[in-house]
């Protein structure tokens, strides 16, 4: 039989080309759009597509010749299209994305996707199980959960931006490849650099420190690398980290601001319409945290998981999990000097359900570079002005402390560390030529949108999320 060919009417007004996003002045005007066949219906021989185009989603309705043709019968989900016709108001008592919808009277196929077996939702159905999804993460973030979720997390760094902007920040941009380790040599991803030792950077607080005297409070959102075994739902081996500094400020003013920066952030995007409304497709409950921030000391959170009776594993002296006979993990009470383990930490956050600043944590537990607290010992214990931020249904989001502002105590936690001072030489010289107080602190960009989008792991808040063993795609 003949095939039957869709042509052009020229008579018909030129149309315009334009984004999804901009179509609502275009009523009753004809247009033309491009974009993938995010679904597709044929009902009766008229043929819905749901076009999307990264801007938004429209409804195009195909009906006579423009339905019958070759590539009509055999069109495809994912196919991209170029569609034109006459942008029309839903009719009344139904609904589409936009309130409208596009009569085509035009359009063509530039791209078509395969069909059959290797057809998209062949491809990627909802059963696959998580390492084929993880395999085929450029597909999954088609959809719409996944791209609302980067869309979010793009306006969250926006707002975080105008919130620091607000607050007088500088953004700076460290570099990733470097020659001294900031949270321990254990987590630490190393390199060959011309023949030198280097690593991947786990944090850019001591580039930040250096910059305080240059260019006053600053804050960078860079990626951390981290070599940790933990196939936990919140940590990655490459994550965002949003970092700030802060000149001449104490323990106090440093919570003060974080407390200000997140909820400031939080504040803009629940402002915007469209971000409203993206938090609240993917969140319903999400509601904004109050202020102040709970603070719990780290000897009264030791306390408190007691009274709560929240055990942690037994561990010998090399930090082995001790069994008894059975094979089963001892579980004890906490003393002071333990660290509060992620999944205690997650029971607390979740029973307090609200943030929580956790603060004063045991020197011998923290980074080398923190500053010690003016408070009494506890069984032996030294504290040091430091807190994490935790969040219900995430756990830390954000770790923060003072600095040593001394180079003589600085010099001393080198020695104690075991760390060779010499390739810090550039970190000791900020207490040298003219030292201060300062603090800041690291966010976790995928946990507070882990939190925010109520998403149940980070690896879902990354664009392509990197874990022990998985550096693909
Ligand atoms: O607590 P951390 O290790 O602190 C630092 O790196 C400081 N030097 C930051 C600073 O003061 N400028 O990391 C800070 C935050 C954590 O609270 C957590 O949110 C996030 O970084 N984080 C990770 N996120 C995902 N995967 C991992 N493996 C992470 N490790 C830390």
């Known amino acids: 039989s003949k095939k039957i060919q869709l042509t052009e009417d020229t008579s018909l007004p030129a149309p315009t080309k334009a984004k999804i996003l901009h179509l609502t002045p275009l009523r009753s005007k004809r247009v033309r759009v491009r974009g993938w066949v995010h679904r597709l219906r044929d009902q009766k021989g008229i043929i819905f597509i749901v076009l999307r185009d990264g801007t938004g989603y429209l409804q195009c309705v195909l009906s006579g010749v423009a339905a019958k043709t070759y590539e009509a019968l055999t069109l495809t989900m994912e196919s991209t299209v170029e569609l034109t016709g006459t942008l029309q108001p839903v009719p009344e008592g139904k609904t589409a994305p936009g309130g409208h919808e596009l009569t085509v009277d035009y359009w063509k196929v530039l791209g078509a996707a395969p069909g059959a077996d290797d057809a998209f939702t062949n491809r990627l159905n909802e059963k696959s199980d998580p390492s084929i999804l993880a395999d085929l993460r450029h597909l999954v973030i088609r959809g719409e959960t996944a791209s609302s979720v980067l869309r979010l997390r793009a306006a969250m760094l926006s707002a975080f931006r105008e919130s620091y902007a607000a607050h007088s920040l500088t953004e700076v941009t460290p570099p990733c490849m470097v020659q001294t380790q900031v949270e321990g040599g254990a987590t630490l991803f190393k390199f060959d650099y011309y023949g030198q030792p280097a690593f991947l950077t786990q944090s850019s607080q001591l580039y930040l420190e250096t910059c305080l005297p240059a260019l006053g409070d600053v804050f960078c959102v860079q990626e951390s690398f981290r070599a940790e075994n933990s196939h936990t739902r919140r940590h990655l081996s490459e994550y965002t980290h949003l970092e700030a500094e802060l000149g001449f400020i104490d323990f106090n003013d440093l919570m003060t601001h974080i407390e200000a920066i997140i909820c400031e952030t939080v504040d803009r995007l629940l402002a915007n319409p469209s971000t409203a409304a993206l938090i609240k497709s993917l969140n319903p409950s999400f509601t904004a945290p109050a202020r102040p921030f709970l603070r719990l000391s780290y000897v009264d959170a030791i306390k408190w998981l007691n009274e709560h009776k929240i055990l942690h594993p037994k561990e010998d002296a090399d930090g082995n999990e001790v069994k008894d006979a059975e094979g089963n993990l001892i579980m004890v009470e906490h003393a002071v000097g333990d660290d509060i383990a992620e ?131």
């Open 343 to 473: 999944a205690a930490e997650r029971q607390m956050t979740d029973i307090i359900g609200t943030p929580v600043f956790l603060y004063g944590f045991p020197k011998e537990l923290k980074a080398f570079y923190m500053k010690r607290m003016d408070s009494a010992e506890v069984d032996g214990h030294v504290f040091t002005e430091s807190c994490d931020l935790l969040m219900p249904g995430v756990g830390e989001i954000v770790g923060g402390s003072m600095r040593i502002s001394d180079s003589d105590e600085l010099i001393a936690a080198y020695k104690r560390e075991g760390i060779d001072p010499s390739p810090y030489y550039w970190y000791t010289d900020q207490r040298k030529y003219g030292t201060c107080e300062h603090g800041g602190y690291g966010l976790g960009v995928e946990r507070l949108l882990a939190w925010l989008a109520n998403r149940y792991t980070v690896r879902e808040c990354s664009l392509y999320p990197r874990w022990p063993g998985r550096a693909t795609p």
